[in-house]
């Protein structure tokens, strides 16, 4: 894929996020406040945002809801009915030295961000995964929404990652505007 097609789908889908944020914000506000709408203003981030992130990354098989108690062991997702069970296999995960572990509906990546948490179980708490998956793509502030989206998934330069981001991204507005 060349770079000038590259940026031109860029553009596109930011143009096409905008335009869906917009219509969300406009039409499907919520009646109640979540914890997307709370964590999302307090850290400047829509959340219709945070809400599609947390789809993608852990609505169990064949659903459209985050699920707070999954995780994903190196490249394998686990969605448990409590959050004792998950917590339970985490550590299992670890004591067998598994490090690369994807924690709670933001599939936070212990192996890089374990230090955001004090423990498993708060790593699993759906407000603290949520801040800490909100503090992270808030770091790709300066990059159109579309292209941070993606470096949340995969934020190296290199090209594969790139290319793995791209068509994170692409799953993840998939994903908002199944929801509009």
Avoid at 6 to 29: G, N, P, Q
Avoid at 33 to 50: A, C, M, T
Avoid at 124 to 130: A, G, H, S, T
Wanted: charged share 20%; with cysteine.
């Amino acid at each position: 894929m060349t770079v000038g097609l590259l940026r031109t789908m860029t553009r596109t889908y930011s143009f096409l996020l905008s335009v869906l944020l917009f219509t969300w914000s406009c039409s499907a506000a919520s009646k109640y406040e979540s914890i997307f709408d709370e964590v999302g203003r307090n850290l400047g981030i829509d959340p219709i945002i945070l809400y599609g992130l947390a789809v993608q990354e852990s609505s169990p098989p064949d659903q459209h809801r985050p699920w707070p108690w999954t995780i994903n062991v190196a490249g394998k997702g686990y969605w448990f009915n409590t959050k004792s069970e998950a917590v339970e296999a985490i550590k299992i995960a670890t004591r067998l030295g598994i490090q690369n572990i994807d924690i709670g509906m933001m599939q936070i990546n212990w192996k890089w961000h374990g230090h955001h948490f004090k423990s498993y179980s708060e790593a699993l708490d759906p407000k603290r995964n949520l801040e800490t998956a909100a503090s992270i793509l808030k770091t790709f502030k300066n990059y159109p929404i579309f292209v941070a989206i993606g470096k949340y998934h995969c934020p190296s330069k290199v090209p594969w990652c790139e290319r793995a981001a791209q068509e994170y991204a692409v799953k993840v507005v998939n994903r908002i505007k199944s929801l509009l």
